[in-house]
């Protein structure tokens, strides 16, 4: 069974930084493509980046240049790097199995303000 457990979202001035983490349990992490997904109040999810078992790398648009995803198959751990934050990128992160959001866990608050 696919577990995954979201952590270190916290409540950050603009500009800020933070690092998200997602501890993968139940399946064959590193074989597998992972991504992060967002859902900001009122709306529904967002993609925002992705990263293969060959460690290639795809942004949103929204993100590009600000985060980096990253992976640790040793740890069997999915990171995002956010630099840079903006209010806009208030929301409820995940990280997912594909750019959906499927298995994805309960995820971590991510808030921007001052």
């Known amino acids: 069974e696919v577990q995954l457990v979201e952590s270190g979202g916290a409540l950050v001035q603009p500009g800020g930084s933070l690092r998200l983490s997602c501890a993968a349990s139940?399946?064959?992490?590193?074989?597998?493509?992972m991504s992060w997904v967002r859902q900001a109040p009122g709306k529904g999810l967002e993609w925002v980046s992705s990263i293969n078992s060959g460690y290639a790398t795809t942004y949103a648009d929204s993100v590009k240049g600000r985060f980096a995803i990253s992976r640790d198959n040793a740890k069997n751990t999915l990171y995002l790097e956010m630099n840079s934050l903006k209010p806009e990128d208030t929301a409820v992160y995940y990280c997912?199995?594909?750019?959906?959001?499927?298995?994805r866990g309960q995820g971590t608050q991510v808030t921007v303000s001052s």
């Open positions: 997912a199995i594909d750019t959906r959001g499927t298995g």
């Open positions: 139940g399946f064959t992490f590193g074989r597998y493509a």
